[in-house]
């Protein structure tokens, strides 16, 4: 601002100057002209000093205008609106500063969105569970219910689930603000794949469910071990729990050109064509996910996190396979 004023300032001494200028040369050279003409010269230099003065007064409003805006905007963004923007106009650097105040507000907008999104989510969330801890404590205390294993087991487990509601939200309304704190550093995914493998190689033999693992020659990434690893646990869970008995999950892991792909395949029911585009989404589970619900959607921010990208495909006939590509930054 200080620099904007200063310039004002040089412009318009620069014409009171000029137009001083104008006006002696002109008397001078019109020394032995009659009255008229050195009227007529003076009135001249002041019309000329005063289209220059109207020529910095629009300058000037051109550049504080805009300004004006910004400070008027920016006290209701104090206030708590995060919906106003300001019109880019002015200037070059004024136009930048409207710019970026924009972006900045968009910012808090977004911000503001999530956080009013995830108390929505918690609240719904947290009803059905608590409802049960509610009325089974309230029973048990009433003489209603006893205080048998069974029952205490139950109501252990609706604490579990709730512990587990609130670890998914926090972690995929961190990743989805880009908050998400990734610990990168060189990760053979192969060893990862196998590592997940050998886990759930006890759930899928107890389903009947064959496991297998095809890796090609991939080259170590720079990732987080812990976040790949909790989205390929999820993948192949969903993959083994939807699988029936005598069919197959496989895990394949490639090289492709300047990324790696990453496939979780299942032979089990599929999923409907209507459903396919928004399994990502929160919430998005069938009638016997037994999850939150979140997993996908929490799958899809950490691999974007890592600039990656995950999509899902599912044939006619049957089967899903989840791909997940990532950045080959060797």
Do not use: K
């Amino acid at each position: 601002m200080r620099r904007i004023a200063l310039l004002v300032g040089f412009l318009f001494l620069l014409l009171f100057a000029a137009t001083m200028l104008t006006v002696a040369l002109a008397t001078a050279a019109l020394g032995n002209a009659t009255g008229w003409v050195s009227v007529a010269a003076a009135l001249a230099g002041l019309l000329l000093f005063i289209l220059g003065l109207w020529l910095v007064g629009r300058s000037v409003r051109r550049m504080f205008g805009p300004i004006g805006d910004v400070m008027e905007a920016a006290d209701r963004v104090a206030e708590g609106d995060y919906s106003i923007r300001v019109r880019e106009r002015g200037p070059g650097e004024v136009r930048r500063l409207g710019r970026t105040f924009n972006d900045m507000t968009a910012r808090l907008q977004a911000s503001d969105d999530q956080r009013r999104r995830l108390l929505a989510d918690v609240t719904h969330e947290l009803r059905t569970p608590l409802s049960v801890v509610r009325g089974s404590l309230e029973g048990i205390a009433d003489g209603v219910y006893e205080a048998d294993e069974e029952r205490v087991a139950a109501v252990l487990e609706q604490t579990r689930l709730m512990g587990r509601l609130l670890e998914d939200l926090q972690t995929l309304s961190t990743a989805e603000a880009g908050a998400l704190s990734l610990t990168l550093e060189p990760t053979d995914l192969e060893a990862v794949v196998a590592e997940v493998v050998s886990a759930f190689a006890p759930r899928a033999a107890a389903r009947e469910v064959e496991l297998t693992i095809s890796c090609d020659d991939s080259p170590e990434l720079i990732v987080d071990p812990a976040r790949i690893r909790q989205v390929l646990e999820n993948l192949v869970a969903n993959a083994v729990r939807h699988t029936p008995a005598g069919g197959m999950v496989s895990i394949n892991l490639s090289r492709r050109a300047d990324e790696v792909e990453l496939a979780v395949s299942d032979t089990g029911p599929g999923i409907a064509a209507d459903e396919l585009h928004s399994i990502f989404d929160r919430y998005a589970r069938s009638a016997d996910s037994g999850g939150t619900g979140l997993g996908l959607a929490i799958a899809r921010s950490l691999i974007e996190a890592h600039g990656g990208s995950i999509e899902a495909e599912s044939p006619p006939g049957g089967g899903a396979t989840i791909r997940i590509y990532l950045p080959a930054r060797e």
